[in-house]
């Protein structure tokens, strides 16, 4: 069976850091992109980044570039978000994805004072 | 940025009824890239339909997906009473990738 488990999240003052984590199982992570997407409370979806199976290519919605960074760990079966220099705009349930067909449940970014 | 959008915003039916779902570009995207979620409340998203037409592992064949160009349609032929949530249109071909802004199909 197929278990994407984020972790990670919580509140953050703005100007904050934060790394959320994704631990895979039940598939081959190694073979797979991943992605991470997000949902602000009661709105849509929105891509946020995703990187290719060995980590040499990544791509980044503009509004987080220069301030998140994606990166994965194949013999931990792990991907990761780093998120610098948080906005009350990255407010957040942030998903990580087996490319586009299966979705972890998400972990939650508050960024407030 | 492609910007899709998705109509209608609410559609209200009854079980057993048909569903037409509509998404369509700001331009004309490819075919090999079109997905459709369902979201229901306190919960992930749910792959349905990839690359506009071919069904998910597990999705009944009540849903459908059709389109080409900019304008893309998700049909439920038969409506469950577990169809009822939100449906959101995807493409992943063109960076950045993008969504609709849903469709909630509510019981009639």
């Known amino acids: 069976e197929v278990q994407l488990v984020e972790s990670g999240g919580g509140l953050v003052q703005p100007g904050g850091s934060l790394r959320l984590s994704c631990t895979a199982s039940g598939f081959t992570f190694s073979t797979y992109w991943m992605t991470w997407f997000r949902q602000a409370p009661g709105k849509g979806l929105e891509w946020v980044a995703n990187?290719?199976?060995?980590?040499?290519?990544?791509d980044y919605v503009d509004s987080v570039k220069g301030r998140f960074t994606i990166s994965r760990d194949n013999a931990k079966n792990s991907l990761f978000l780093q998120m610098n220099s948080l906005r009350a705009e990255d407010t957040a349930l942030y998903y990580c994805a087996r490319d586009i067909d299966f979705w972890g449940r998400g972990t939650l970014v508050t960024v407030s004072s | 940025e492609i910007v899709l959008t998705q109509s209608p915003g609410t559609l209200s039916l009854s079980p057993g009824e048909r569903a037409t779902l509509s998404c369509r570009a700001s331009?004309?995207?490819?075919?090999?890239?079109v997905a459709w979620y369902q979201q229901k409340p306190g919960q992930a998203p749910r792959l349905i339909i990839y690359?506009?037409?071919s069904r998910a592992t597990g999705i009944p064949d009540r849903f459908s997906g059709s389109g080409s160009g900019a304008d893309f349609t998700l049909t439920i032929s038969r409506l469950e009473p577990e169809d009822f949530a939100v449906y959101f249109c995807?493409?992943?071909?063109?960076?950045?990738?993008?969504f609709g802004q849903g469709t909630k199909l509510e019981i009639k």
């Open positions: 690359a506009t037409s």
């Open positions: 990187i290719n199976q060995n980590g040499n290519k990544k």
């Open positions: 331009q004309s995207l490819s075919s090999s890239s």
């Open positions: 995807h493409q992943y071909g063109m960076s950045p990738q993008t």
